[in-house]
């Protein structure tokens, strides 16, 4: 192997290294939000995610045998196989940038981005939520929009509905102070409990 052909296959090889020991690090640390689960989720890795590198470097070998240039084999599998593992890796960093914004849920980090922009400032929960009465619904109801919010049932909670709870929460922080949460469930219990007492 010439130094001339040598020098890209390197290069490529070290991006293909950091670029996939970065995915496999976010992967184990779900994106970055459980950093200290590490070492569970080694645990959890199976005969089927450690054949996905055999498979990949069985496909740069193959894809080696096409002569896309006159190189020898060695050549061309020296460049052939860094390049799957990096095809590889920006597939696995488009699902984790998609998973980590949401950005195929109907509410994601951009959608509440735009709807503070507009005014609409509403906090996500899935579900039925359970209210003793209309009274205490109504109560509640008013409670948060004191605050400067509704709330919205998203029906499924999804990746991209927390992401957009975060957002609509870390701009009410902001307008409310740091915290306007617990003030805000003091409160509600105060109501629930002025509720059933004035009801027996």
Not at 79 to 100: A, E, G, K, N, R
Not at 122 to 133: F, I, M, R, W
Request: hydrophobic share 40%; net charge positive; glycine share 6%.
């Amino acid at each position: 192997m010439t130094h001339s052909k040598l020098k890209p296959a390197l290069v490529l090889t070290v991006i293909a290294i950091i670029w996939t020991a970065l995915i496999m690090v976010l992967e184990l640390s779900d994106v970055g939000q459980s950093w200290d689960r590490i070492g569970e989720n080694l645990n959890r890795i199976t005969l089927n995610n450690t054949l996905i590198f055999l498979k990949l470097i069985l496909a740069g070998c193959l894809i080696g045998l096409v002569p896309f240039t006159k190189s020898r084999y060695k050549t061309r599998i020296a460049l052939s196989i860094p390049s799957v593992f990096m095809v590889f890796c920006l597939y696995q960093s488009i699902i984790m940038i998609d998973f980590h914004y949401g950005l195929t849920d109907d509410f994601n980090y951009f959608t509440a981005k735009k709807d503070i922009e507009k005014g609409k400032i509403q906090v996500l929960h899935a579900g039925q939520l359970y209210y003793e009465s209309d009274e205490v619904y109504r109560a509640l109801d008013s409670l948060s929009r004191s605050y400067g919010y509704t709330l919205i049932n998203a029906g499924v909670f999804s990746p991209g509905a927390e992401r957009y709870n975060k957002v609509m929460k870390d701009y009410l922080k902001r307008k409310n102070g740091p915290g306007w949460e617990d003030e805000y469930r003091k409160k509600a219990e105060l109501i629930r409990s002025t509720v059933k007492l004035t009801s027996y």
